[in-house]
Every structure is written in C-alpha cells, then in structure tokens.
C-alpha cells in the first residue's frame, strides 16, 4: 500500500512538473516562435524523466494478455507493440500498437489498453474468410467484405471447401452480393464459383453443375434476382434442368437455353424444307 501510494503521488508531481513546463514553453511560444525547438526538447526531456522514474518503481512491462487471436501469429502481434518483459509500461504508444496490429492482415480491428502498473491487454477482432479470389493464375481468402487476407498456395488449394470469386474487380463488388447469398444460405451453399463479367455483373456456377450452366445476374437488384432463383429451384428445381444458362437480368420475363447434347443428330434447315416441299 505504501509503495502504491508513493508511486501515486509521484505520478501526480510528475504531472505536474509537465503542466507546468508546458505550460511555460507554450507562453514562450506564442512570444518567442525560435522558442519552438526548446519547448519540443523540453518536453520530450520530461517525459523520459518520468518514464525512467515510473520504471524504477516497478512499473515495468510484465504481463501481456491477448484475446481473439485464432491466426494470427504472437509474434507479429509482439513485434506491433514493439515491446518485451522489463519496457517501461508507459514507454508504449498503446495508440501507435493499436495502428500498427490493424494493419496485420487478420485483424479486423483492435484495441490495446495499458493497465498499471505491468500490464498491457490486447483485443482483437479477426477476419473470417468468406471466398476465394481468383485473378489469374493467384488465389487470395477474402472475407465478407471483400477484403484480401492472405495469399493461397496452389498446393493448399484442394484443402478450400470456400467459394470461388472471379476477376480483378471482384473483390470490390463481392459485398453486395455475399449479402444477398446470405439470405438463402442453403442455397448459398451450393455455389461453387461466382465470375465477375466485364466489370459490371455476376454469373454463378453451382455444385452439381457439370455442364458449366451459368445463372446470370443482373447489375442491379442482385437481391431480387437471387430471391427470385431461389423460388424458381424451390418450385421448379430448375438447377437440375439441362440448360446451357438461366437468364435473370430482365424483371419481367426469364430467359432460358436447352443445353444442347453434343451427340445428337444435326438437323440442316436446307433440307428440311426440300423433303417438305417434295411431300
């Protein structure tokens, strides 16, 4: 208890020194503009001196308690802090941490609190992999919102039971339509790949689609679309037909092609019409 009330009351007095130095350096200031380099010097020479006389009371970094992390290494994590046992707890720029592990590439967001007299506490929030993005011959996890996380190696490829997005714009766009897949995550689930086209729409292949049937998306109104597909499998199961595409960019009307089976007998129109004529 003593020694907690000594460093207490240390605190305060350092406090005050610093009040008062910058206070006297800001009155220099707005009389004397050279005075800029001595104030700065100035202050940072108090804040050493009460960072050196807190450490020599203990207040020295001990404990570092971290919460969320899943994936991401605690090393990187460490080397964000940029601290280790025995830095002095109030040397850490818990603000420039908190920057600097929200730029680690599984955090979401952060926060870091520094708890007297030896602790410091990291939170954080990371991302879930949602896709997989394809552009070229690269793979990269996306999460919901688009975000790139990490690179994919080819060789890990077959492990990803994810989605696959397609194109080079297809992060931008992948929001609004992984919002719209959430509404039917049953048949959200069927979805094997989803290629941007030309910068403006979505198609998508589903998992039991072999033949490469493409449902067409609409640039607008992904929503509506996607709702509308899933009444018509729910009614007609018109993911199971043999087409070569089901068309959903027109509101009023939907477009069909019979897939065409590349072993039946060609019909030559020519002809058709001559044995009609000559019956």
């Not at 919460?67 to 290494?73: F, H, K, L, S, Y």
């Not at 680690?104 to 929030?125: C, F, G, M, S, Y």
């Not at 490829?157 to 397609?166: D, G, S, T």
């Amino acid at each position: 208890m003593r020694r907690l009330t000594a460093i207490l009351l240390s605190k305060t007095a350092l406090a005050g020194m610093a009040v008062l130095a910058l206070a006297a350096g800001g009155v220099a200031l707005v009389r004397y503009p050279a005075a800029r380099e001595t104030l700065t010097q100035s202050t940072k020479q108090v804040q050493a001196t009460a960072v050196d006389v807190t450490a020599s009371m203990g207040m020295r970094l001990e404990n570092l308690i971290v919460d969320g992390r899943a994936m991401t290494p605690r090393e990187d994590l460490l080397a964000a802090v940029d601290a280790e046992r025995g830095t002095p707890i109030l040397a850490i720029d818990v603000a420039k941490a908190r920057e600097a592990i929200e730029k680690l590439p599984w955090v979401k967001n952060a926060r870091v609190e520094r708890h007297l007299p030896d602790t410091v506490e990291i939170r954080i929030q990371e991302r879930t992999p949602y896709a997989l993005w394809q552009e070229d011959n690269r793979y990269t996890l996306v999460d919901r919102d688009g975000k790139p996380i990490i690179p994919v190696p080819q060789a890990d490829l077959a492990e990803q039971k994810l989605p696959l997005i397609v194109g080079a714009d297809a992060p931008r766009h992948a929001a609004e339509l992984f919002a719209a897949l959430d509404t039917n995550p049953d048949l959200a689930a069927r979805v094997r790949s989803a290629v941007r086209v030309s910068d403006r729409r979505w198609n998508l292949y589903f998992d039991n689609l072999d033949n490469g049937m493409a449902v067409r998306l609409p640039e607008e109104g992904v929503g509506a679309a996607w709702t509308r597909l899933g009444a018509l499998e729910r009614d007609y199961k018109i993911l199971e037909r043999d087409l070569d595409f089901v068309d959903l960019r027109l509101d009023d009307r939907l477009i069909v092609r019979v897939h065409k089976d590349p072993t039946a007998p060609t019909v030559r129109p020519a002809k058709a019409a001559a044995s009609k004529r000559s019956t």
